[in-house]
C-alpha cells in the first residue's frame, strides 16, 4: 500500500535562510512519482515539483529542488532563500503508476522577517 | 487556459441534509479526483475517475456519499445525510491520463461544507 510521511508538522524559518521539508514514502512498486504541493492560507493547492522513480538526477524548479534518496525512500523538499511568501502549507504526495495520489499530512512553514 | 472549475464555494447545512458539489475539469484532462481535506490534515481522496469509470473509491463512504462523471467530463459529488464530521474543504482535481511521466494534478479552490 501507498504511504507518505511527513513528520514536521511545523517548521519556522528566517527569511532568506534555506529550508528542507522532510517526506518518506512506502511503496512496493518500482515504478511511481513524488510531487510537493504549496497550500497558502487561500486555500488553492499549487504544484511545485515532480520526481520520478526513474530519474536519474534530482528535480529542481527555481528556488526549489528535490532531495530524491531512493534507497533511503525519502523526497525532502529543498526551498533555498525563503522568502515571507513561501509561508505555507507544504503538501508530499506520490502517485504509483495510475493509481490514486495520496498525500502526507503537511507541514506548516511559517518564515520569520 | 481555464483551470479547474468547482462550484459552490461555500456552503452550509444542517445534519441530516443532502448537498451536491460540481466539478468541470481542465479541458481533455481523462483523471478526475475528488479529495476531502479536514482543517488542520492533508487532503484524503475519495474518489478517482478515469474518463467516466470509477479508478478507486475505497476511501468514499458509500453509505451517505455518491459521485458520477457522466460523459467523463464534468462530476458531482453528494453526500445524504451529512453528518457533523462531513465539515471539510472538497477539492476536485484532475488530471492527465496518470503513468505518463510528470502528469500533475490541478486542483480547483475547492468547497467549504459546514455542517451544523
Known amino acids: 500500500a501507498q504511504k507518505i510521511t511527513q513528520t514536521q508538522p511545523g517548521m519556522f524559518v528566517q527569511e532568506k535562510e534555506a529550508v528542507t521539508l522532510d517526506c518518506t514514502y512506502d511503496?512496493?512498486?518500482?515504478?511511481?512519482?513524488l510531487f510537493w504541493y504549496k497550500q497558502p492560507s487561500s486555500g488553492e493547492m499549487i504544484f511545485l515539483i515532480y520526481?520520478?522513480?526513474?530519474?536519474?538526477q534530482n528535480a529542481t524548479e527555481g528556488r526549489y529542488s528535490l532531495n530524491f534518496q531512493k534507497a533511503r525512500k525519502s523526497a525532502n523538499l529543498v526551498i533555498s532563500a525563503s522568502q515571507l511568501g513561501d509561508s505555507a502549507m507544504y503538501f508530499c504526495a506520490m502517485r504509483q503508476g495510475a493509481q490514486k495520489l495520496v498525500f502526507g499530512q503537511g507541514t506548516r512553514l511559517t518564515i520569520n522577517p | 487556459e481555464a483551470g479547474v472549475a468547482q462550484s459552490p464555494r461555500y456552503k452550509i447545512i444542517e445534519k441530516r441534509q443532502s448537498v451536491a458539489f460540481w466539478c468541470n475539469p481542465i479541458?481533455?484532462?481523462?483523471?478526475l479526483y475528488w479529495y476531502q481535506q479536514i482543517l488542520g490534515q492533508g487532503p484524503k481522496l475519495l474518489i478517482q475517475f478515469q474518463n467516466n469509470g470509477v479508478v478507486d473509491d475505497s476511501q468514499l463512504p458509500k453509505d451517505r456519499f455518491s459521485a458520477e462523471r457522466l460523459k467523463g467530463v464534468d462530476s458531482t459529488l453528494k453526500i445524504q445525510p451529512a453528518k457533523l464530521e462531513d465539515s471539510a474543504v472538497y477539492l476536485c482535481a484532475s488530471s492527465l491520463v496518470p503513468g505518463q511521466g510528470n502528469t500533475e494534478a490541478f486542483f480547483g479552490q475547492g468547497t467549504r461544507l459546514t455542517v451544523v
Open positions: 511503496t512496493s512498486d518500482p515504478s511511481y512519482g
Open positions: 479541458s481533455g484532462h481523462a483523471t
Open positions: 520526481q520520478g522513480s526513474y530519474d536519474q
